[in-house]
């Protein structure tokens, strides 16, 4: 089993900065892929950024230009840098790791609002 732990959430002003990190444990050498995803109030939970293994990055295009994702080397901690941060980018966002086999996981989630 995989355990998902989010941080980094928190209140910023719009065109402000924040950084969240996800990290994983227990059974890490399965892991392979591992992404972030965001879910706004009445709205369907939506991909934001993933990065593969070998990392490959995959970004929705409302975040391209803002956000950067990245993983340590280890491959158990995932980062998601964004800047230029809009109010549209509220949402909780939830950490998401794939594993090479069997079922993928989800953090329990961070709120990220951006407001003046």
Aim: charged share 15%.
């Amino acid at each position: 089993q995989v355990q998902v732990v989010e941080s980094g959430g928190d209140l910023v002003q719009p065109g402000g900065s924040l950084r969240l990190s996800c990290a994983a444990s227990g059974s890490i050498y399965s892991i392979n892929d591992m992404g972030w995803y965001r879910q706004a109030p009445g709205k369907q939970r939506e991909l934001v950024a993933t990065i593969t293994r070998a990392g490959s990055t995959n970004y929705a295009d409302s975040v391209k230009g803002r956000f950067t994702i990245s993983r340590d080397v280890a491959g158990n901690m995932v980062y998601l840098q964004m800047n230029s941060l809009k109010p549209e980018d509220t949402a909780v966002y939830y950490c998401h790791v794939i594993r090479f086999s069997g079922p993928a996981y989800w953090g329990q989630g961070t709120q990220v609002t951006v407001s003046s």
